[in-house]
Nanobody
C-alpha cells in the first residue's frame, strides 16, 4: 500500500504562483510514476504533469512553460510548482502514484482557485 497526503492549495490571483506538495509513504520502492492530475467542475480528470522513476517527465500542453514537477530522490514526495496561474487552472488537484504493477493510488485532492 501507498499513502498520499497533499498540501499547498488555495486561492491566488491570476499571474500568481502556488506550490503543491504530496507526501508519500508505504512501499516506495515499488513506485514507477508520480504525478498530478486535476479536475475542474463539469470536466473529466486530466493529467497535469508526471515524473517517472527514470526521470522522464510529461506535461499537459496547457501548463508547459508554467508548471514544474519535481520529486524527492527517495520517491517520498512529489511537488508541483505552478507559476503564472490562470483562471482556467482552477480545479481540484490530485496527487497520483502508479506502482510497477500498474496499481494506482490517489490523494484526497486539494482545491486551487485562480481568481481576482
Amino acid at each position: 500500500q501507498v499513502q498520499l497526503v497533499e498540501s499547498g492549495g488555495g486561492l491566488v490571483q491570476p499571474g500568481g504562483s502556488l506550490r503543491l506538495s504530496c507526501a508519500v509513504s508505504g512501499r516506495l520502492f515499488t513506485i514507477y510514476t508520480m504525478g498530478w492530475y486535476r479536475q475542474a467542475p463539469g470536466k473529466e480528470r486530466e493529467l497535469v504533469a508526471q515524473s517517472t522513476r527514470d526521470d522522464r517527465t510529461t506535461y499537459a500542453d496547457s501548463v508547459k512553460g508554467r508548471f514544474i514537477i519535481s520529486r524527492d530522490h527517495g520517491m517520498n514526495a512529489v511537488h508541483l510548482q505552478m507559476n503564472n496561474l490562470k483562471p482556467d487552472d482552477t480545479a481540484v488537484y490530485y496527487c497520483n502514484v502508479v506502482l510497477f504493477g500498474a496499481e494506482t493510488f490517489w490523494g484526497q485532492g486539494t482545491q486551487v482557485t485562480v481568481s481576482s
